[in-house]
T-cell receptor, first 113, second 114 residues
Framework: GESVGLHLPTLSVQEGDNSIINCAYSNSASDYFIWYKQESGKGPQFIIDIRSNMDKRQGQRVTVLLNKTVKHLSLQIAATQPGDSAVYFC????????????FGGGTRLMVKP | DAGITQSPRHKVTETGTPVTLRCHQTENHRYMYWYRQDPGHGLRLIHYSYGVKDTDKGEVSDGYSVSRSKTEDFLLTLESATSSQTSVYFCATLPRAGTGNTIYFGEGSWLTVV
């Protein structure tokens, strides 16, 4: 079936550097793409989303880029901080499929002080 | 915060016993979801609901059933629990279609089947 996946299982960065987490998706009919952050023992926490008709969206220290041509999604975190250490998931939602929210496998971000 | 409460938060049960997890929300959200998350893995959709008494299967629905008799409650039942169903279960809600940034998750229910 359709799925969302990630390229890198673990990413280690130095505090203050920028982080880039990548995701590949396969459902071209998805309407929204979402990035979640999950800390140990907690539920996923919304970071930022992007509609399928957009290429880029910026939030506070985070930017999501969507390349529909190659079905690729990325999350950029500027000036990474120790508090950013977590597992990051991309997800997609298809409004024509009962608003099913499908997750990728996750990338662990480790920030070195 | 959609006022999502999952219960129980932790449970240990024996193989072959029935188990019901409850997701309760206070915001009148239309859509509700049940996911399971296994160590080192992402969240996999078990079942979801798009309204009262309207439910559908996700990618890992075998061994699970759900019910939604009222907007605020979405129940997940393991009819006969197996060790492979040891996992963390997350409930999520979405108020309406056409948005991505209003999906909220509960804090999880840790289920151990021995």
């Amino acid at each position: 079936g359709e799925s969302v996946g990630l390229h890198l299982p673990t990413l280690s960065v130095q505090e203050g550097d920028n982080s880039i987490i990548n995701c590949a998706y396969s459902n071209s009919a998805s309407d929204y793409f979402i990035w979640y952050k999950q800390e140990s023992g907690k539920g996923p926490q919304f970071i930022i989303d992007i509609r399928s008709n957009m290429d880029k969206r910026q939030g506070q220290r985070v930017t999501v880029l969507l390349n529909k041509t190659v079905k690729h999604l990325s999350l950029q975190i500027a000036a990474t901080q120790p508090g950013d250490s977590a597992v990051y998931f991309c997800a997609e939602i298809d409004n024509n499929a009962g608003n099913m929210l499908t997750f990728g496998g996750g990338t662990r971000l480790m920030v070195k002080p | 915060d959609a006022g999502i409460t999952q219960s129980p938060r932790h449970k240990v049960t024996e193989t072959g016993t029935p188990v019901t997890l409850r997701c309760h929300q206070t915001e009148n959200h239309r859509y509700m979801y049940w996911y399971r998350q296994d160590p080192g893995h992402g969240l996999r959709l078990i079942h979801y609901s798009y309204g009262v008494k309207d439910t559908d299967k996700g990618e890992v629905s075998d061994g699970y059933s759900v019910s939604r008799s009222k907007t605020e409650d979405f129940l997940l039942t393991l009819e006969s629990a197996t060790s492979s169903q040891t996992s963390v279960y997350f409930c999520a809600t979405l108020p309406r279609a056409g948005t991505g940034n209003t999906i909220y998750f509960g804090e999880g229910s840790w289920l151990t089947v021995v």
